[in-house]
Nanobody, 125 residues
């Protein structure tokens, strides 16, 4: 079992920044990859970014919609993954979820094993 707790969401004006955190506990040694997803009202959950958990320097991947604006990083000593979000746009408004994958590092939500409860990000225009 892995428990994931997100924090850092809030209300920000367009062009602003937020940093989301996701603290993992439990069987963190079994995690292969961590991902961030988001879900806006009336829309399906979509991939945002992912990072490998303990291997090497951490391979990262981003959705085209956030590339160049968002940065995913990890601190294995704290069992925490971060999502630095800059140049935020109103269309970034969503509930953001982190997820843990025991088997790989993928962009497919259904392949993740554990999910956090989500944190709301609202970007005003």
């Amino acid at each position: 079992q892995v428990q994931l707790v997100e924090s850092g969401g809030g209300l920000v004006q367009a062009g602003g920044s937020l940093r989301l955190s996701c603290a993992a506990s439990g069987r963190t040694f079994s995690i292969y990859g961590m991902g961030w997803f988001r879900q806006a009202p009336g829309k399906e959950r979509e991939f945002v970014s992912r990072i490998t958990w303990r291997r090497g320097r951490g391979s990262t991947y981003y959705a085209d919609s956030v590339k160049g604006r968002f940065t995913i990083s990890r601190d294995n000593a704290k069992d925490t993954v971060y999502l630095q979000m800059n140049s935020l746009k109103p269309e970034d408004t969503a509930v953001y979820y982190c997820a843990a994958d025991f088997h790989g590092s993928t962009i497919v939500a259904s392949e993740y094993d554990y999910w956090g409860q989500g944190t709301q990000v609202t970007v005003s225009s």
